[in-house]
């Protein structure tokens, strides 16, 4: 599976636009690009997927260069209770089945 | 619709004593995974089952721990022996077909003193 690195933590007001970004230099052809939140002493929660180009739901966007070697997960308008661990994820979903390798993530702190 | 449970919520043992850690899947969802979390640390991936199948086992220390699936009842993850560097929260999750979005529990954080 191939390797992600993120920070370790970010810092960020109520109401700001928070970006996360995610190296992935070794990504394979058939490689997900996954993200996860945790909060404290809870299991972690997807937010959001994809292969390439951008990605949107309704909780964040996902964006993702054409060479694939990093990925940026946006948070429109953060609010407190976004403060949470999130997780970046690469494998190949269709293998039959998934097993998913978390990092440490990034620490995202949210303040008035 | 409810979601994956997990219990106990926590345990807490002696060591050389038994855990018992049970996880339900979700409604329909015959894939089951366990994950371990240490202080600090991200999940790491232990064992993957499929009704009464083991699909893969590499993330699992090679004694004391083992795990089930029964066609009946929850998931089960058994930890025979506990030593203090068991404690951690284990989470479990469950999928629908195998390759699709895994949804976690609660989890269970396991203390052995």
């Known amino acids: 599976l191939a390797k992600t690195t993120q920070p370790i933590s970010m810092d960020s007001y109520e109401g700001q636009e928070v970006n996360i970004t995610c190296s992935h230099n070794?990504?394979?052809?058939?490689?997900?690009i996954t993200w996860y939140q945790q909060f404290p002493s809870q299991g972690p929660r997807f937010i959001i997927q994809?292969?390439?180009t951008k990605v949107t739901n309704e909780v964040a966007s996902l964006f993702i260069p054409a060479d694939r070697k990093s990925s940026t997960l946006s948070l429109p308008r953060v609010s407190l209770s976004d403060t949470a661990v999130y997780y970046c994820?690469?494998?190949?979903?269709?293998?039959?089945?998934?097993?998913?390798?978390f990092g440490k993530g990034t620490m995202l702190l949210v303040s008035p | 619709n409810a979601g994956v449970m997990q219990n106990p919520r926590h345990l807490v043992r002696r060591r050389g004593q038994e855990a018992r850690l049970r996880c339900s899947p979700m409604?329909?969802?015959?894939?089951v995974y366990w994950y371990r979390q240490l202080p600090e640390e991200g999940l790491k991936f232990m064992v993957y089952?499929?009704?009464?199948?083991?699909?893969?086992e590499s993330g699992m220390p090679k004694e004391r721990f083992s795990a089930e699936f029964p066609k009946e009842g929850p998931s089960i993850l058994r930890i025979q022996q506990v030593v203090r560097g068991d404690s951690a929260a284990y989470f479990c999750?469950?999928?629908?077909?195998?390759?699709?979005?895994?949804?976690f529990g609660p989890g269970t954080r396991l203390t052995v003193l």
């Open positions: 999750a469950s999928s629908l077909t195998g390759t699709d979005e895994q949804f």
């Open positions: 070794n990504i394979a052809t058939n490689d997900y």
């Open positions: 994809g292969y390439k």
């Open positions: 994820l690469v494998g190949d979903i269709r293998s039959g089945y998934s097993t998913l390798t």
């Open positions: 409604k329909g969802h015959s894939h």
């Open positions: 089952l499929q009704k009464e199948n083991i699909i893969d």
